[in-house]
Nanobody, 116 residues
Framework: QVQLVESGGGLVQPGGSLRLSCAASGSFFSTNVMGWYRQAPGKQRELVATVTSGGSINYEDSVKGRFTISRDNVKKTVSMQMNNLKPEDTAVYYC??????????WGKGTLVTVSS
């Protein structure tokens, strides 16, 4: 089992910045993928960014150049710096951990609201 605890959501004005963090605990192999997904009201959950334990990164097109994902394999954390936030980034952001067997684990989610 893997437990994920997120932090860092909140209210920010358009053009502002936020940093999300997620800490993983439990028993798991070092080969895995961590990342962030989001779900806006009335929409399906979508991938935002992922990073493998080997350092390969993938971003959803709308966040490229604005969001930066990083991870610390020793501390078992994943973070995402979000800059130039837009109202359409408003959503609940979920930390995700996928083990080498393809099993997904999810955090409880943290709300990001971008509004003036």
């Amino acid at each position: 089992q893997v437990q994920l605890v997120e932090s860092g959501g909140g209210l920010v004005q358009p053009g502002g910045s936020l940093r999300l963090s997620c800490a993983a605990s439990g028993s798991f192999f070092s080969t895995n993928v961590m990342g962030w997904y989001r779900q806006a009201p009335g929409k399906q959950r979508e991938l935002v960014a992922t990073v493998t334990s080997g350092g390969s990164i993938n971003y959803e097109d709308s966040v490229k150049g604005r969001f930066t994902i990083s991870r610390d394999n020793v501390k078992k954390t994943v973070s995402m710096q979000m800059n130039n936030l837009k109202p359409e980034d408003t959503a609940v952001y979920y930390c995700n951990f996928r083990n080498r067997g393809g099993v997904n684990y999810w955090g409880k989610g943290t709300l990001v609201t971008v509004s003036s």
